[in-house]
């Protein structure tokens, strides 16, 4: 298998993980705040994390520690600000705003790590945001502020993307995501877990979606090792509908205009990948940055 395709299976595998994740975060959120299971989600992490590069003889070893600081700050901000979005939004709706992060990853690229991007890639964004736009506009059970909420993420996750990516080619997956666990970690004196009313099956299930979570992101930067940021912010799209079909699952609405936006996600997606087949040859030029 070619290094790329490796990396794009790897990311696809993580959305299926990322949505159950996503479950699981809405079912617990009834019975515990967005920031505990932040908290625990990154305790548990560190645990597994270094459980996992010790056990593999890896270790504990970071090069660039500037990076590395940035994507823990950056991504931790982005888990507790995410599973507030999920108390606010519900599961099908944080999926749609949060996943918006292609084309803040494709604007940063471009701007400021002066990336070239593919024309097939903007016109399979713009399928994609035609899409988000169907589910979205005209729809009265969304709040303003739940959709800034859902944006700002989107956009954290957008330059984050980036960020993974350099430490990822120069450090183990795992090392990469205990940036975010540990930096997330020391948030919590400013709210420390209320323990004595939580039970033992909500924590459980909580540190339980620690493990899948941590599992998603240790898949996805292995396969940003060979997947560009851009197209792995695509493909994390795919989460999408299967992230409608367990909303739809706990509970809520699954109208016509998530199902039709999703299938313009998804052809958005499917687009980026095949477009230059359907494209007349002169059109087939990747748009370089503006200055040299």
Do not use: D
């Not at 090792?225 to 367990?246: D, E, G, Q």
């Amino acid at each position: 298998m070619k290094p790329e395709s490796r990396g794009i299976l790897l990311i696809i595998t993580s959305t299926l993980f990322f949505s159950l994740n996503t479950l699981m975060v809405k079912l617990i959120s009834v019975h515990m705040g967005s920031f505990s299971i932040s908290m625990i989600r990154f305790a548990v992490g560190i645990a597994a994390g270094l459980i996992l590069l010790y056990s593999t003889g890896a270790g504990f070893r970071v090069r660039n520690w500037k990076m590395w600081v940035l994507r823990g700050v950056l991504g931790s901000a982005a888990m507790v600000l995410y599973f507030k979005t999920i108390e606010v939004n519900g599961i099908a709706w944080t999926a749609l705003l949060v996943n918006m992060s292609s084309f803040f990853a494709a604007l940063i690229g471009w701007v400021l790590f002066k990336q070239k991007t593919e024309l097939t890639t903007l016109i399979g964004m713009g399928i994609a945001f035609a899409g988000i736009s169907f589910v979205y506009l005209n729809n009265p059970t969304v709040s303003a502020a739940g959709t800034m909420l859902g944006l700002l993420v989107a956009l954290i996750r957008g330059f984050t993307t980036h960020i993974i990516k350099i430490t990822g080619s120069q450090n183990h997956p795992v090392t990469v995501y205990l940036a975010a666990c540990m930096a997330g970690l020391l948030m919590y004196p400013a709210s420390p877990v209320p323990w004595e009313s939580i039970s033992l099956p909500i924590l459980l299930a909580a540190a339980a979606a620690g493990l899948i979570v941590f599992t998603a992101q240790v898949l996805m930067t292995a396969g940003l090792k060979t997947v560009s940021a851009i197209r792995n912010s695509l493909l994390l799209y795919l989460s999408i509908p299967i992230s409608l079909l367990m909303g739809y699952l706990t509970g809520e609405e699954l109208t016509l205009r998530f199902l039709g936006g999703s299938a313009l996600i998804i052809g958005g997606i499917l687009f980026e990948f095949f477009g230059k087949k359907i494209l007349p040859a002169g059109l087939k030029t990747a748009l370089k940055p503006g200055r040299k």
